[in-house]
C-alpha cells in the first residue's frame, strides 16, 4: 500500500469515527450500536496501519488479493449485521403482537364496563 493510499484510508476512518460520534451526541445512534461501529473503524484503522496483518490474513484464508480479503469482512461483518437486526426485529415483532392483544383486551374490559354502567 502507498503512503498516498494509507494517509487517504486513514483521513477516511477518523472522518468515520468523528461522524460516528456525532451522531451519537445528536441522538441519532443509540449507543449500542455505537460500539460496534467504533471497533469496526478501529480494526480498519489497524489494517490501515499494520498493513502486514492484513497480508498475513490474506495468506491465511488463501485469497490472492489484500482487497478481497477486506471484501469478505465486509461481507462477513454485513451478514452477521442483518443477523442482527433481524433477532431484533423478531423480538419488536413479538412485543408488537403483546402490545395489541393487551389493548384489545382492555378495549374489550372498557366496552364490558361502560355497558354494565350505562355510558353508552
Do not use: C
Request: avoid cysteine; charge should be positive.
Amino acid at each position: 500500500m502507498t503512503i498516498r493510499q494509507q494517509i487517504f484510508a486513514v483521513i477516511v476512518t477518523l472522518a468515520m469515527f468523528a461522524f460516528i460520534i456525532y451522531l451519537v451526541k445528536e441522538r441519532k445512534l443509540k449507543e449500542e450500536y455505537s460500539w460496534l461501529w467504533l471497533l469496526t473503524g478501529a480494526f480498519l484503522l489497524v489494517l490501515v496501519l499494520y498493513y502486514d496483518i492484513l497480508k498475513w490474513f490474506t495468506k491465511m484464508i488463501g485469497a490472492v488479493l489484500p482487497t478481497t480479503t477486506l471484501f469478505l469482512f465486509g461481507i462477513i461483518f454485513l451478514i452477521f449485521f442483518s443477523l442482527h437486526f433481524a433477532i431484533k426485529i423478531s423480538s419488536l415483532h413479538q412485543q408488537l403482537k403483546n402490545l395489541a392483544q393487551k389493548v384489545s383486551l382492555l378495549e374489550a374490559d372498557l366496552e364490558e364496563k361502560r355497558k354494565i354502567s350505562g355510558f353508552e
